[in-house]
């Protein structure tokens, strides 16, 4: 609603009225029972009210006073230069009618040519000006008004307004007829704000009727009405109309106590029938509760169904050959929470509905008011759901307690049944929820790390001393007491550091002293070796079982598993080289009361001990020491043997062991300018057979190898590889010839060439090149060309703030239909001081094999001239051509925003494709946005968009 704040503020200008002070008009006001009488020297400048209030007259030309002593009735008309001081107002005119009863009861004040009114910042001009104390109503014709900024929080130098009549219906309310806003008292101002009639009534509600948007002398842009809720309830109110549920109104209201977050929901629609709901998340703990939500919604629920032929939902469903509606009273809860107290944790989470069709309806709501959903009710599409089948077919309810190393968890899923005795499948007792799945007790434990080696190392020391003279300026009491003195510093994990303090050897002065300061260093030079061993384990059991709609089981399982790893992690040569050992233990066992399952139980029970040795190593060896100079030979080398030493599970599939070998060298020089890289790797599996004859060669089952290789030279680059099947068969041997080579290779032997620039030069076009060595053929060209330039002062343009592009062109040699173009930019270019222009666009072509002569040929399509179909594309006059065009405009956004003072116009255009994959079609969406909006805030009139699409294609 802070949006419609603005917009009324600077449509109507309505609230100066009232808005710096409250009983801006006399109220209760008498006179004394002094008589007046013709002559101004009669009357004081000040009279006294019986009410305890004065009114003061400032200054007058004439006064006089008619009685109508029947009626107890005066009449009091002053006239030329009148000022009149009450309650801290004031009011002046050329002429001041005051009508008083019974000497103490002002009945009427009026004011007539020249009228001006000053009630604290606020300056009102009018033609003439009524106001009645006792009934608090009044009328001002032809009115003028100025209000100077109090809030501090713009630069405005005020707000400008102007009104045929005002009418005053209480302190609070107000009809304004006819009222123009501007911020310029100018006559023909930049922008106005007009609006017909405006009721407003203060902390309560605005309405206005016919609002226009002016620039200069011209009308551009129209709002019907709008409506903003003054009165601050905390609930945040969205209306509006969808053309397939009818009207909505949709209240939220928010609060936020110190122990949660609450939330309240309340629609009503014109269709769907009535939906509230309750939210709570806590703040802070409640109790041992660390954290507790709870979501509740309830509904009269009207089933609604599709009607395809006027795409909209009814209420009208066909039940026993007679049409018929179906309001169903439905809740739906859900409640979670977290129990928390030292180590140990409660989870859990239970849901319960009655209904499985209301929820998903109500699933999408609003809570800010948009004018826009009324003006277009065409676009609204926050409903999308029919009553046609139930939905939640299954609730949960689960819980977990949790310790460090303890875990225990449970789980219940209630399925849906159909209850066969009610006909009316639209009705909440045709359905129930019964217990389908019970998944307790699941219980971990995980056995704490035990280490059975401590990180153990043998390290040898460098010993290092520094001798060095220091001049120092010294008291000669001070260097002696200082004679003979050593400190020592406590060891460091680099080593030890000694300092000795000599005393001095010489006097240069009563003060000066030469001190010969000797630092002995105890580093920590090499680490031999480095061991250490860790135990692991991990137990747990699992259970489940499945019931039909009579709560008898249907099947079951059961599971235990129990892991269990050593490891010893050896570091050899001041950690060059890693040397680890894993040996991992398991054994699980699964059974079910059902033989359904027993033959999967039966192969997934066992047992499985496995081993791992893992060693690697890498270093960099340099040459030189210069930064451009220096060569670096980053080289890095690893093996991997993993054995089965036992398998039970699986029993009928072999054991299995296996190599990996990983090496890289390369060199890096003059700073990384200059960068190669040669990548090997072999791998081989066996398996144990226990001696079977097979097309196998001694159980080997798996034998690879790769090698590839890189070089990089500034902003170009070039690399290959190769990897092949060396397995060796009884009936396939390796024979290391040429075509023997290439009918094992795995995949193909591809070329990469590549010219990448690095940022900031990536406007330069990057290229790469691939080609097939073996099949002697390229394979695709792809260029990339992308960059963004800030600030550019070109001539007789202000400035241009941004330009980006990016062009991207993939040329596929072997499929010339994935061959494709794309070329998206944006600009942000400021006209004059005030006037900014935003363009962005992308555009698409996926159709270049249509320019190939032999591509098209080979998809029997006809030929098209580049040239002449990129001329199509440019020439937006031609809209033959631009259907004939391969170059496919997919977006384009086109914006332009003025500002003047405290305001902003922005109007923008965009268009774009869509895609409607319910209805199977595509179509141009082309829409025009306008929105006023004051600088510095997101305070905004409601923004208008208009869409050029048939109401069908919506």
């Known amino acids: 609603m802070r949006g419609f704040a603005v917009f009324f503020v600077c449509t109507l200008g309505i609230s100066v009225l009232w808005a710096q002070q409250p009983n801006s008009m006399p109220t209760n006001q008498s006179l004394t029972n002094e008589r007046m009488t013709n002559q101004a020297a009669s009357l004081p400048s000040g009279v006294k009210l019986e009410g305890a209030s004065s009114i003061v007259f400032e200054s007058f030309d004439r006064v006089s006073v008619r009685q109508y002593e029947a009626v107890a009735i005066q009449e009091v008309l002053f006239t030329g230069n009148v000022r009149i001081l009450f309650e801290g107002k004031k009011l002046s005119a050329h002429r001041v009618y005051v009508i008083i009863q019974s000497n103490k009861t002002i009945l009427q004040i009026a004011a007539f040519d020249q009228v001006e009114f000053r009630d604290g910042n606020a300056i009102y001009l009018a033609k003439s000006f009524f106001y009645q104390p006792e009934k608090k109503t009044g009328l001002m014709r032809e009115v003028r008004s100025y209000l100077r900024d109090t809030t501090g929080t713009t630069t405005s130098p005020g707000l400008f307004y102007t009104a045929e009549e005002v009418e005053i219906l209480s302190e609070k309310r107000a009809v304004f007829k006819k009222a123009y806003l501007t911020f310029t008292p100018a006559d023909i101002p930049h922008y106005e704000l007009y609006a017909e009639k405006v009721w407003y009534f203060r902390d309560d509600v605005i309405f206005s009727l016919h609002n226009t948007y002016m620039v200069g002398q011209q009308r551009l842009f129209y709002f019907p009405f709008f409506l903003r809720l003054e009165k601050v309830t905390g609930i945040k109110t969205a209306a509006g109309i969808e053309k397939r549920i009818g009207w909505y109104v949709m209240n939220t209201m928010d609060w936020s106590p110190s122990f949660g977050t609450m939330q309240f929901g309340l629609d009503f629609y014109e269709r769907m029938g009535e939906y509230g709901f309750v939210r709570y998340v806590n703040k802070k703990p409640v109790g041992p509760f660390q954290q507790i939500r709870f979501f509740g919604e309830t509904a009269d629920d009207v089933r609604l169904f599709y009607d395809a032929q006027n795409d909209r939902y009814s209420q009208w469903v066909l039940i026993n050959n007679e049409w018929t509606t179906v309001r169903e009273w439905s809740w739906h809860y859900m409640l979670e929470g977290t129990l928390q107290k030292e180590n140990f944790s409660l989870n859990f989470y239970t849901e319960d509905l009655n209904d499985p069709f209301f929820t998903k309806k109500y699933s999408q709501r609003r809570d800010t008011f948009n004018i826009q959903h009324i003006l277009q009710p065409q676009e609204n599409s926050f409903f999308a759901q029919s009553d046609n089948s139930p939905a939640f077919s299954s609730l949960t309810r689960r819980f977990s307690i949790t310790s460090p190393q303890l875990m225990l968890s449970g789980q219940w899923v209630y399925s849906r049944k159909r209850n066969e005795e009610v006909s009316n499948m639209y009705r909440n007792d045709a359905y129930s929820y019964y217990l389908y799945q019970v998944s307790f007790p699941n219980i971990s434990y995980t056995l704490p790390t035990l280490y059975l080696v401590e990180e153990t190392s043998f390290r040898t020391y460098r010993i290092e001393t520094n001798t060095r003279l220091v001049y120092s300026r010294d008291l000669s009491s001070e260097a002696k007491g200082a004679s003979g003195m050593i400190t020592n510093q406590e060891n460091m994990e680099a080593g030890q550091k000694e300092a000795a303090s000599l005393s001095p050897t010489s006097s240069l002065s009563p003060v000066e002293s030469n001190t010969i300061a000797q630092e002995v260093y105890t580093t920590n030079s090499f680490e031999w070796w480095s061991a250490s061993s860790v135990l692991n384990g991990n137990l747990s059991y699992t259970s489940s079982e499945t019931l039909d709609t009579n709560g008898m089981p249907i099947s079951d399982q059961y599971h235990h598993q129990e892991n269990a790893s050593i490891g010893l992690n050896i570091k050899l040569l001041n950690k060059t080289i890693t040397w680890d050992h894993t040996l991992s233990v398991l054994n699980r066992k699964r059974w079910s009361s059902f033989e359904v399952n027993y033959s999967n139980n039966v192969l997934y029970s066992g047992a499985q001990v496995d081993y791992t040795m893992r060693t690697a190593t890498g270093l960099t060896p340099t040459l030189g020491t210069h930064p451009v100079w220096k060569v670096q030979f980053p080289l890095s080398a690893s093996h991997t043997f993993q054995y089965q030493l036992f398998r039970s599970i699986y029993y009928t599939m072999p054991r299995e062991y296996s190599h990996t070998l990983n090496t890289s060298v390369g060199v890096n020089w003059l700073s990384n300018i200059v960068v190669y890289r040669l990548t090997y790797a072999y791998q081989t599996a066996y398996r144990i057979t226990n001696g079977l004859e097979d097309d196998y060669l001694n159980n080997q089952i798996r034998e690879t190898m790769s090698l590839s290789t890189s070089l990089g030279v500034w902003w170009f680059s070039s690399s290959t590889g190769i990897s092949l099947d060396t397995l060796t068969r009884r009936n396939s041997r390796i024979i290391w010839h040429y075509p023997e080579i290439t009918n094992r290779i795995v995949g193909s032997v591809v070329l990469e060439n590549a010219f990448v620039p690095v940022a900031p030069w990536t406007f330069i076009p990057s290229v790469r090149h691939r080609y097939d060595l073996l099949k002697q053929t390229n394979l695709s060209l792809s260029m990339a ?48 001081k005030y006037w900014k222009l935003d363009f962005t666009t992308q555009v698409v072509n996926r159709k270049l094999y249509r320019y190939d002569y032999d591509a098209c040929g080979r998809f029997n399509e006809p030929y098209v001239d580049f040239w002449k179909n990129l001329w199509d594309g440019i020439n937006v006059f031609d809209y033959q051509g631009l259907q004939r065009s391969f170059f496919k405009i997919q977006a384009l956004n086109f914006g332009i925003t003025h500002y003047l003072n405290e305001w902003e116009m922005r109007v923008g255009f965009t268009i774009q494709r869509q895609l409607d994959s319910l209805r199977r079609i595509a179509y141009w969406e082309p829409q025009i946005r306008v929105e006023f909006m004051l600088s510095g805030t997101r305070d905004q009139f409601p923004p208008y968009t208009k869409r050029f699409v048939p109401p069908e294609l919506q």
């Open 785 to 832: 060309s992308f960059s963004t330039f800030s600030t550019l002062y070109p001539p007789f343009w202000y400035k241009i703030d941004m330009f980006t592009y990016r062009a991207d062109l993939l040329i596929d040699y072997l499929s010339p239909r994935s061959s494709s173009f794309s070329l998206s930019f944006g600009t942000v270019i400021w006209l004059q």
